[in-house]
Each structure stands twice: as structure tokens, then as C-alpha cells.
């Protein structure tokens, strides 16, 4: 049956078809012939027994009466029946006694009965006893050819080929007919399914009529189809929504992150080609955080709506301007020609969000720090164009905000350092690489210690001692503040409260604190915690803070300020006149103290200008009723001048510079107390001032 | 049983004969031979089957007249046997009475006169006359037995017959010469 495997449907019907009808012809056609074959046996036997008994019969008499030539003559009588080739009559003894042959290629009889082996194949043959009334006379041989009925049987065979060639015919013209109506439908479902399965083409239906299986088929063939074309479509739309959520911003309809990425390595392979230059614009708004946190999300959203609007106003169609998440932003501007004209759509970025935004009667104003990566001068891959650019980013923060830095290789090698630091800072908090100095301060009039500094110092095994200088920025950066700053306030609390009893009179300590530190909604019950625990009388504690905390979190650290105030805590300013001064939050404020930054102590008996500007800052701190404390004195010439100014208290290398050992020196100072007592009642001026 | 053994013996003679009849039979044939006889008593014997008799007893007589020896031949071969359905008696040198009852007139004499005399002592009775000469039927007699040189022809006069009742049948004159009786018209 291989035949019937592979190939087509409709080929297999029609050969089942040929098939059948020709096993059918076929068998009937043998049945025929076998039977007509029998037939013809059993006829020419038949006449063959008729003749034998005939012609033994005729021959009886010549037989018995030794007549051969009678015999011969009956013999003779057979040339008449066409079928028999030979008789041969033997007598008693079964000699031969006559013989007849027809034609010349008929074996000759025996001369003796029974000497012929067996019966020839072609060939029938008749024995008969020849007698006369029971007595024996002699037998008789008949032999007839079956080539005749060979012949014939193959001749009917001839026969039977036409009608079989008929039946062949017939039959396949029939099972190709027949075949048509059954397989035309299948092979139209077949190929409405090639349609689908190969060009995932749901459209297609099949058109079958009627009412059988085939019809049935088609009618569910299509339902399912138009079941299937359906849910394409629902894929399709939904795999366009997901597409397009999974590239774009939700809140701001901006390609997102990823789609940036996308655009970018394609506008990078682009400008391979063709030589061009590409920037990335890493895009942070300034003090986001801050609205988010005072006027809540909602407000936060709109703003970032609008901002975004604002941005993509400037931004040529063909740039891709992307929300990377939260307040930042990145814009890709592909084909510069100069490497300029990024700097130049950077300050008209900063200048579009300049003026303030209105949002539910809020009027906002923040600005933006933008960071610069070009391609090729600085990055090749999309991902180090957006390192650089975020690292840009942060450095324009760093320097001020509100301003745009171009990426560059000493940036770079900054950014590296200051990430290789923060892993290193990470580690120092844990190892306990971060000591506490004390650098004391003295009241000028009395020219007594009245405090120490707390000072962080970290001395890295490898590095060395690094400057708070560098790794306190980056400790703000990264969060790591909190810890650093409440560690330094716990040691030097614990610290102070020794100093007491060894003193014999109040000391007080000086530590530095962040606005971000203040703005933490924890700090004060941090303050307090610490101040429970080491015992430490709260006046003896002073809090400095920089300027920058009036610009940074305004709420916030007021709220905290007057907490802190509460539990009688000081507060002093900080490097006060190097931030940007607003001096209308003086009075506001409820600051004990303002220390003035060292630059103006240096120029103090160079720059008579200067010296104005301290004598007024003095007077106003006291109109305002704070202390002025003068820090970074390092000469007898800038302690003279500002005992004149009127400075309550100073701070310098003059007169020590930080130490570890804070007992060691509040004991120094006891003693020459001891020894000088009288002549500091009597002439306090001329009193030693070094610890 | 016996009566098959004894038949086996009898075709035994017969074929004993015949074949002696085609060896030892070339041309001698005036001298007549022991062999001779037993075939023309095997051609007697053969020829009752082919001859019918009016309605008569299961009894045939054969009545032998002539040569003696030949007499001897043909009653040690015939007498006692069964020749379709009768039992056959040989009587040599018969009686009247004999030649009454008689069915078959074995006549073995080449003289005209005494085959003349043998004919006439069964004219008018349905007697089978057979002799040896074509003179036996051309005198009258019904069937003869001739040595024709190598073999022996048989001659019929079928008028005889036909006189005397007697139907021969036609398988045997197909084999034979018909003869007529002489003087009495035909060739």
C-alpha cells in the first residue's frame, strides 16, 4: 500500500478507485477464464471418455478377430475429432495391435502398453479396456492435446485484457470524479490552512457547500478561523499597548529609559557612518525633591508634566527627549556639527525652566543641572555616554546647580575617584577608620576654653588621613551622612561629659551638622536619644550648620532648628558669608551664634574693606544677640584684631589645632589656670591663650 | 472365484495362441498347425458373441464334424466354457439327435461333398454353420474361417444366415468378406 502513502489526497482516491475496480475486474475476469478453463476440461474429458468407449467398442471386433486393417479404419474415424492426437489399441498381451497420430509431431505409440511414463503434461489421456461380453479383448489409449484449451484460455485472457483496460479506465475517470467532490473540498480547506499556518493570514475562509462532514468541517473551520482572527487582533493591540507602555513614560508620554537606549545605540550606528557628532544632555531638575516633599506627589506629577512639556518645546523633532525616571531627564541631539552646539541647547534648557511654573496656584521655580557626555570625544557605547552624562550631571550639581557641565576626562578620573571613595567610606564606617578630633575654641575676653569642635577624621590604611573636605560631600551624596554625623555626635557627647568632672567647670562641644541631616524627620529624637543616653547637659552642646541649609530645605530645617532650640541645644552658623547669604533669615531663626569663615579672618590686617565687612557682621550678630565666633586664626596679628572687632570667641591653629587627646589638653589648660590664677583676675589680657 | 481362475487360464491359452499365431504362422499354411486350430477355435469362440441365435436354453452345443485333430483342439478349447452366458459343449461326431439340438455346426472338411452332406444334415434348423474354406460358404454355409496366408479372414454368406434365423453382427461383418452362396445369382 505504499502508494497510498505521501502524494495527495486526491491521488490516493483516484488510485483506490483504480485499485478496486481492478481487483474487481480482474477477479471476475479469472473466475471466468478458471471456470471456462474447467469447463473445457471437463468436456474434452468427457468426449474424450465418449470416443474411448466408442471407438474400444468398435474395435472390440477387429481386436478379437486379429483384423488390423478394420482396426486401423475405426481408428481413422478419429481424424474427424480435431482434439485427439493419437489412439493407440493394444491387444490381449498388450501388444500394440493399431495406431492412429495425428500430424507428425505426436510421439508415436509404445510397442508395448504401459512403456509411455506417466501421463504428458499438455496432454489428456483416456485408458480403456476393450471386451466383448465380459472377456477381454485388449485396452485402448486415447490421448487428446490440451494445447487447444492452453490456447484458448490464453485467447480468453487476450480477451479479458480489453474489458480490464475498460474497467481501468472507467474506474479512474470515475474515482477522479468521484475524488473532485471529496477531495476539492479538503484540499481547499488544506490549502486555506497552508494560508494561515504559512502567512498567519487569519482572513481567509473556505466556501464549502453542502451538508456532509466535509461541509460541517469548512462551516467549523471558519468559525474557528474567525475566532482566531479576533484574538490576533486583541494580541496585536494589546502587544502594541504593552510595546508602548514598555517604552514610554506613563506620567509624561516621553520615551522612557529603554526606548533612549534604543534610539541612542541607533543614532550612535548612524553617526558612525556618517561621521557625525552626538551629546547626550543628562537632564536633573534642581530641588524636585523638595516639592515633592512640601506640596505633595500630585502637584510633584503636574510639574513634571509641565517641565517636560517646556523641555520638548526646544527639542528639535528628530532628538529623542526621554523621562529617565523621577526628575530626571535625557535628551539624545544627533547630527552636530560642532561639538558647541551641545552647550548651546544646554543653556537654552536651563533658560526654558528658569521662569516659574504654576500648578494649582503654586507658583514653583526650580531649576536644572544638566551634565554633557559628546560622542566620540568622550563615550562610544550608550552606556558610557550615560554615565559620563549622569556623572556630568553631578558635578554641575556639586558646583552650584543650575548649571550645565560638559563631561571631560578629568571629571572622569574625579567621578572614579569619588565612587572609588564611596566604597571606601562604606567600608571605613564599618571598620572604624573614622575618629573623632576635638579642636578647642576660647572666649576672647576671659581667654578660657569654652569648647571643643568635633572633627571626623578618617585615616585610610592605604590612602592615608583624608580631608573631611572630600569624603564629607560625598557621604551627603550617598546617605551616608546619617550614620557618619550621629556617630561623631555620640563620641563627642560621651567625650564632653568626661571633660566636665576633669574641668572643674563647664566645656562645651562643638558638632557639625548637614541639612540633610536636619531635614530628617528622626534628627531631633536622634539629638535627644544621644543627649539621654551620655547625660550630657544640652546647653553644652552646640549644633553648626551652614548656610546652605537656608537654601536647601527651608521648611524643614526650620522646624528642626526650633526643636532643637526647644531642648536648649545652640545653633550656630557656619563658614558664615561664603554660601549665598540671605541675611533676612537672621532674625528668623533661632541661631545662638555665627562663626565667621576663615577667608575674612586671613585678609584681617591686609584688606581694610574687610575688616569693615567683619566690625559690621559683629555688630549685627550682636545687635541680634548671638555670639561671633572667628575660626581659622592662625597669626597674633589676625587674634589682636579680632579681640578689636569684638569677637566673643576664636578658633585656630594659633591656638590648638585638633587633637585626639581633648582630656590631655582641658588638664594643660587647668594647670596653667592653677599656677596664673591671680594674674589672669588681675590682668586678663596678658593671659597665655595656647591649650 | 474359480470359475474367474479358470477364465485366467483359458486367456492364458488364448494369448498363448494368438501370439503363437503371429510368430510360428508365416506361410506353411497348407499344412494346418496345432497353432491353426486353437486360433480358429479362439475365432469360434469369439464369433458365438457376435452371433444371435433365436430364443434357446443357456446351453449352445457345438457339433464338430471332420478332421479329427482339429475336433480334439476345439473341444479341449471350447468344451466346458462360457461364451456370452452359454455354457458351451463340444460334441464330435454328432448324432442326429445332437445335431438337433445343436447351435453350432463346426464343419472342418475342404471336400464340396462332404461339406455338402455336413450342411445338409442342418438345413432348415438354426444352426451357425462355420467351416474352413471359401467353398463352405459359397456351398452354403454361413461362415467361414479362411487361411488367407498370414492370417484368417472370415467370409459370411449372409443369406445363409438370414435363412436359417441367425443375425450376425454387423461389428464382425464389417470384418468380413460376404460371400454368396454359389449359383444362387451374385458374384
Same mark, same amino acid.
Given at each position: 500500500?505504499?502508494?497510498?502513502?505521501?502524494?495527495?489526497? &486526491?491521488?490516493?482516491?483516484?488510485?483506490?478507485?483504480?485499485?478496486?475496480?481492478?481487483?474487481?475486474?480482474?477477479?471476475?475476469?479469472?473466475?471466468?477464464? &478458471?471456470?471456462?478453463?474447467?469447463?473445457?476440461?471437463?468436456?474434452?474429458?468427457?468426449?474424450?471418455?465418449?470416443?474411448?468407449?466408442?471407438?474400444?467398442?468398435?474395435?472390440?471386433?477387429?481386436?478379437?478377430?486379429?483384423?488390423?486393417?478394420?482396426?486401423?479404419?475405426?481408428?481413422?474415424?478419429?481424424?474427424?475429432?480435431?482434439?485427439?492426437?493419437?489412439?493407440?489399441?493394444?491387444?490381449?498381451?498388450?501388444?500394440?495391435?493399431?495406431?492412429?497420430?495425428?500430424?507428425?509431431?505426436?510421439?508415436?505409440?509404445?510397442?508395448?502398453?504401459?512403456?509411455?511414463?506417466?501421463?504428458?503434461?499438455?496432454?489428456?489421456?483416456?485408458?480403456?479396456?476393450?471386451?466383448?461380453?465380459?472377456?477381454?479383448?485388449?485396452?485402448?489409449?486415447?490421448?487428446?492435446?490440451?494445447?487447444?484449451?492452453?490456447?484458448?484460455?490464453?485467447?480468453?485472457?487476450?480477451?479479458?485484457?480489453?474489458?480490464?483496460?475498460?474497467?481501468?479506465?472507467?474506474?479512474?475517470?470515475?474515482?477522479?470524479?468521484?475524488?473532485?467532490?471529496?477531495?476539492?473540498?479538503?484540499?481547499?480547506?488544506?490549502?486555506?490552512?497552508?494560508?494561515?499556518?504559512?502567512?498567519?493570514?487569519?482572513?481567509?475562509?473556505?466556501?464549502?457547500?453542502?451538508?456532509?462532514?466535509?461541509?460541517?468541517?469548512?462551516?467549523?473551520?471558519?468559525?474557528?478561523?474567525?475566532?482566531?482572527?479576533?484574538?490576533?487582533?486583541?494580541?496585536?493591540?494589546?502587544?502594541?499597548?504593552?510595546?508602548?507602555?514598555?517604552?514610554?513614560?506613563?506620567?509624561?508620554?516621553?520615551?522612557?529609559?529603554?526606548?533612549?537606549?534604543?534610539?541612542?545605540?541607533?543614532?550612535?550606528?548612524?553617526?558612525?557612518?556618517? !561621521?557625525?557628532?552626538?551629546?547626550?544632555?543628562?537632564?536633573?531638575?534642581?530641588?524636585?525633591?523638595?516639592?515633592?516633599?512640601?506640596?505633595?506627589? +500630585?502637584?510633584?506629577?503636574?510639574?513634571?508634566?509641565?517641565?517636560?512639556?517646556?523641555?520638548?518645546?526646544?527639542?528639535?523633532?528628530?532628538?529623542?527627549?526621554?523621562?529617565?525616571?523621577?526628575?530626571?531627564?535625557?535628551?539624545?541631539?544627533? !547630527?552636530?556639527? +560642532?561639538?558647541?552646539?551641545?552647550?548651546?541647547?544646554?543653556?537654552?534648557?536651563?533658560?526654558?525652566?528658569?521662569?516659574?511654573?504654576?500648578?494649582?496656584?503654586?507658583?514653583?521655580?526650580?531649576?536644572?543641572?544638566?551634565?554633557?557626555?559628546?560622542?566620540?570625544?568622550?563615550? +562610544?557605547?550608550?552606556?558610557?555616554?550615560?554615565?559620563?552624562?549622569?556623572?556630568?550631571?553631578?558635578?554641575?550639581?556639586?558646583?552650584?546647580?543650575?548649571?550645565?557641565?560638559?563631561?571631560?576626562?578629568?571629571?572622569?578620573?574625579?567621578?572614579?575617584?569619588?565612587?572609588?571613595?564611596?566604597?571606601?567610606?562604606?567600608?571605613?564606617?564599618?571598620?572604624?577608620?573614622?575618629?573623632?578630633?576635638?579642636?578647642?575654641?576660647?572666649?576672647?575676653?576671659?581667654?578660657?576654653?569654652?569648647?571643643?569642635?568635633?572633627?571626623?577624621?578618617?585615616?585610610?590604611? &592605604?590612602?592615608?588621613?583624608?580631608?573631611? !573636605?572630600?569624603?564629607?560631600?560625598?557621604?551627603?551624596?550617598?546617605?551616608?551622612?546619617?550614620?557618619?554625623?550621629?556617630?561623631?555626635?555620640?563620641?563627642?557627647?560621651?567625650?564632653?561629659?568626661?571633660?566636665?568632672?576633669?574641668?572643674?567647670?563647664?566645656?562645651?562641644?562643638?558638632?557639625?551638622?548637614?541639612?540633610?541631616?536636619?531635614?530628617?524627620?528622626?534628627?531631633?529624637?536622634?539629638?535627644?536619644?544621644?543627649?539621654?543616653?551620655?547625660?550630657?547637659?544640652?546647653?553644652?552642646?552646640?549644633?553648626?550648620?551652614?548656610?546652605?541649609?537656608?537654601?536647601?530645605?527651608?521648611?524643614?530645617?526650620?522646624?528642626?532648628?526650633?526643636?532643637?532650640?526647644?531642648?536648649?541645644?545652640?545653633?550656630?552658623?557656619?563658614?558664615?558669608?561664603?554660601?549665598?547669604?540671605?541675611?533676612?533669615?537672621?532674625?528668623?531663626?533661632?541661631?545662638?551664634?555665627?562663626?565667621?569663615?576663615?577667608?575674612?579672618?586671613?585678609?584681617?590686617?591686609?584688606?581694610?574693606?574687610?575688616?569693615?565687612?567683619?566690625?559690621?557682621?559683629?555688630?549685627?550678630?550682636?545687635?541680634?544677640?548671638?555670639?561671633?565666633?572667628?575660626?581659622?586664626?592662625?597669626?597674633?596679628?589676625?587674634?589682636?584684631?579680632?579681640?578689636?572687632?569684638?569677637?566673643?570667641?576664636?578658633?585656630?591653629?594659633?591656638?590648638?589645632?585638633?587633637?585626639?587627646?581633648?582630656?590631655?589638653?582641658?588638664? +594643660?589648660?587647668?594647670?596653667?589656670?592653677?599656677?596664673?590664677?591671680?594674674?589672669?583676675?588681675?590682668?586678663?589680657?596678658?593671659?597665655?591663650?595656647?591649650? | 472365484?474359480?470359475?474367474?481362475?479358470?477364465?485366467?487360464?483359458?486367456?492364458?491359452?488364448?494369448?498363448?495362441?494368438?501370439? $503363437?499365431?503371429?510368430?510360428?504362422?508365416?506361410?506353411?499354411?497348407?499344412?494346418?498347425?496345432?497353432?491353426?486350430?486353437?486360433?480358429?477355435?479362439?475365432?469360434?469362440?469369439?464369433?458365438?458373441?457376435?452371433?444371435?441365435?433365436?430364443?434357446?436354453?443357456?446351453?449352445?452345443?457345438?457339433?464338430?464334424?471332420?478332421?479329427?485333430?482339429?475336433?480334439?483342439?476345439?473341444?479341449?478349447?471350447? $468344451?466346458?466354457?462360457?461364451?456370452?452366458?452359454?455354457?458351451?459343449?463340444?460334441?464330435?461326431?454328432?448324432?442326429?439327435?445332437?445335431?438337433?439340438?445343436?447351435?453350432?455346426?463346426?464343419?472342418?472338411?475342404?471336400?464340396?461333398?462332404?461339406?455338402?452332406?455336413?450342411?445338409?444334415?442342418?438345413?432348415?434348423?438354426?444352426?451357425?454353420?462355420?467351416?474352413?474354406?471359401?467353398?463352405?460358404?459359397?456351398?452354403?454355409?454361413?461362415?467361414?474361417?479362411?487361411?488367407?496366408?498370414?492370417?484368417?479372414?472370415?467370409?459370411?454368406?449372409?443369406?445363409?444366415?438370414?435363412?436359417?434365423?441367425?443375425?450376425?453382427?454387423?461389428?464382425?461383418?464389417?470384418?468380413?468378406?460376404?460371400?454368396?452362396?454359389?449359383?444362387?445369382?451374385?458374384?
Amino acid at each position: 500500500m505504499r502508494f497510498l502513502t505521501g502524494t495527495s489526497f &486526491a491521488h490516493k482516491m483516484t488510485m483506490m478507485a483504480l485499485l478496486a475496480s481492478s481487483v474487481a475486474s480482474a477477479t471476475l475476469m479469472a473466475v471466468f477464464v &478458471a471456470y471456462d478453463s474447467m469447463n473445457a476440461h471437463t468436456q474434452l474429458e468427457n468426449r474424450l471418455s465418449t470416443l474411448a468407449n466408442i471407438v474400444g467398442q468398435n474395435s472390440a471386433a477387429a481386436l478379437l478377430f486379429d483384423d488390423r486393417p478394420a482396426a486401423m479404419e475405426v481408428l481413422q474415424a478419429l481424424q474427424a475429432e480435431g482434439s485427439v492426437v493419437s489412439a493407440c489399441l493394444y491387444g490381449q498381451s498388450g501388444q500394440l495391435f493399431a495406431d492412429y497420430q495425428r500430424g507428425a509431431g505426436v510421439d508415436p505409440c509404445p510397442s508395448r502398453k504401459g512403456r509411455q511414463a506417466g501421463p504428458a503434461r499438455g496432454f489428456a489421456t483416456v485408458t480403456r479396456t476393450v471386451e466383448r461380453d465380459g472377456d477381454f479383448a485388449g485396452s485402448l489409449v486415447l490421448r487428446s492435446d490440451l494445447r487447444e484449451i492452453e490456447a484458448r484460455w490464453r485467447h480468453m485472457l487476450e480477451i479479458a485484457v480489453l474489458p480490464l483496460i475498460v474497467a481501468l479506465v472507467v474506474g479512474g475517470i470515475a474515482g477522479s470524479l468521484l475524488q473532485r467532490r471529496i477531495s476539492k473540498p479538503v484540499r481547499e480547506l488544506a490549502g486555506a490552512m497552508h494560508e494561515v499556518t504559512e502567512r498567519h493570514n487569519f482572513s481567509v475562509r473556505v466556501n464549502l457547500a453542502g451538508v456532509d462532514e466535509i461541509a460541517q468541517l469548512g462551516d467549523g473551520f471558519n468559525t474557528m478561523l474567525a475566532e482566531l482572527e479576533k484574538r490576533a487582533a486583541e494580541k496585536t493591540a494589546f502587544e502594541a499597548q504593552l510595546k508602548h507602555q514598555a517604552l514610554n513614560d506613563e506620567l509624561t508620554g516621553l520615551p522612557n529609559r529603554r526606548l533612549l537606549s534604543d534610539r541612542l545605540t541607533h543614532t550612535l550606528e548612524v553617526a558612525k557612518r556618517a !561621521g557625525h557628532q552626538v551629546a547626550l544632555l543628562y537632564i536633573d531638575l534642581d530641588g524636585f525633591k523638595l516639592v515633592n516633599d512640601s506640596l505633595g506627589h +500630585a502637584i510633584g506629577d503636574v510639574l513634571l508634566r509641565q517641565a517636560g512639556d517646556r523641555l520638548r518645546s526646544r527639542v528639535r523633532r528628530s532628538d529623542t527627549l526621554a523621562r529617565l525616571g523621577g526628575d530626571e531627564f535625557a535628551v539624545v541631539l544627533s !547630527g552636530l556639527r +560642532a561639538r558647541e552646539e551641545a552647550g548651546v541647547v544646554a543653556e537654552e534648557l536651563l533658560e526654558i525652566l528658569k521662569p516659574h511654573f504654576l500648578v494649582e496656584n503654586h507658583e514653583i521655580s526650580i531649576g536644572a543641572s544638566i551634565g554633557v557626555s559628546l560622542f566620540p570625544d568622550n563615550g +562610544a557605547t550608550p552606556a558610557q555616554l550615560l554615565q559620563q552624562a549622569d556623572g556630568a550631571m553631578y558635578a554641575a550639581k556639586r558646583s552650584g546647580k543650575n548649571r550645565m557641565v560638559t563631561f571631560s576626562e578629568e571629571l572622569g578620573t574625579a567621578i572614579r575617584e569619588r565612587l572609588n571613595l564611596e566604597t571606601q567610606l562604606r567600608n571605613a564606617l564599618a571598620h572604624e577608620e573614622i575618629r573623632v578630633h576635638f579642636q578647642p575654641e576660647f572666649d576672647v575676653a576671659t581667654r578660657r576654653l569654652v569648647r571643643f569642635e568635633a572633627l571626623a577624621r578618617w585615616t585610610h590604611p &592605604a590612602l592615608g588621613s583624608i580631608p573631611p !573636605g572630600k569624603f564629607i560631600p560625598i557621604a551627603e551624596e550617598t546617605g551616608l551622612i546619617a550614620g557618619l554625623g550621629m556617630y561623631v555626635m555620640e563620641v563627642a557627647c560621651r567625650e564632653a561629659v568626661r571633660w566636665q568632672t576633669i574641668a572643674g567647670r563647664p566645656v562645651g562641644v562643638a558638632v557639625n551638622v548637614s541639612s540633610l541631616q536636619l531635614m530628617r524627620d528622626s534628627f531631633g529624637d536622634d539629638v535627644a536619644e544621644v543627649l539621654r543616653e551620655t547625660g550630657l547637659d544640652p546647653h553644652l552642646l552646640q549644633i553648626e550648620l551652614t548656610e546652605s541649609v537656608m537654601v536647601d530645605g527651608a521648611r524643614g530645617a526650620a522646624e528642626g532648628m526650633t526643636r532643637l532650640a526647644a531642648m536648649g541645644v545652640s545653633l550656630a552658623i557656619d563658614d558664615f558669608g561664603t554660601g549665598y547669604s540671605c541675611l533676612s533669615y537672621l532674625p528668623r531663626l533661632p541661631f545662638d551664634a555665627l562663626k565667621i569663615d576663615r577667608s575674612f579672618v586671613s585678609d584681617l590686617g591686609t584688606r581694610p574693606e574687610v575688616e569693615a565687612m567683619v566690625h559690621s557682621l559683629v555688630t549685627l550678630a550682636h545687635n541680634l544677640g548671638m555670639r561671633v565666633i572667628a575660626e581659622g586664626v592662625e597669626t597674633e596679628q589676625q587674634l589682636q584684631r579680632i579681640a578689636e572687632l569684638g569677637c566673643n570667641e576664636v578658633q585656630g591653629y594659633l591656638l590648638g589645632r585638633p587633637t585626639s587627646e581633648a582630656i590631655a589638653c582641658i588638664r +594643660a589648660e587647668r594647670e596653667r589656670e592653677e599656677q596664673t590664677g591671680l594674674l589672669a583676675t588681675e590682668a586678663g589680657a596678658s593671659r597665655p591663650w595656647k591649650a | 472365484m474359480k470359475r474367474s481362475r479358470a477364465r485366467v487360464g483359458v486367456r492364458w491359452a488364448l494369448v498363448a495362441g494368438l501370439a $503363437g499365431t503371429m510368430i510360428f504362422w508365416p506361410s506353411r499354411a497348407q499344412e494346418q498347425s496345432r497353432d491353426e486350430r486353437a486360433v480358429r477355435a479362439a475365432y469360434v469362440f469369439n464369433l458365438i458373441k457376435y452371433v444371435e441365435w433365436p430364443p434357446q436354453g443357456g446351453e449352445l452345443t457345438i457339433a464338430f464334424v471332420g478332421d479329427a485333430e482339429t475336433g480334439g483342439v476345439m473341444a479341449s478349447m471350447l $468344451g466346458g466354457r462360457t461364451s456370452d452366458g452359454k455354457n458351451l459343449r463340444v460334441v464330435v461326431s454328432p448324432a442326429e439327435e445332437d445335431l438337433g439340438s445343436c447351435g453350432l455346426l463346426y464343419v472342418a472338411e475342404s471336400r464340396p461333398e462332404e461339406i455338402r452332406k455336413a450342411l445338409e444334415r442342418v438345413r432348415g434348423k438354426s444352426v451357425l454353420t462355420v467351416g474352413e474354406t471359401d467353398g463352405f460358404v459359397r456351398e452354403g454355409g454361413m461362415v467361414a474361417l479362411v487361411n488367407s496366408g498370414d492370417h484368417i479372414q472370415i467370409e459370411v454368406n449372409l443369406e445363409a444366415a438370414q435363412r436359417s434365423g441367425i443375425r450376425i453382427s454387423s461389428r464382425v461383418l464389417n470384418l468380413a468378406v460376404i460371400v454368396r452362396t454359389a449359383g444362387n445369382g451374385g458374384n
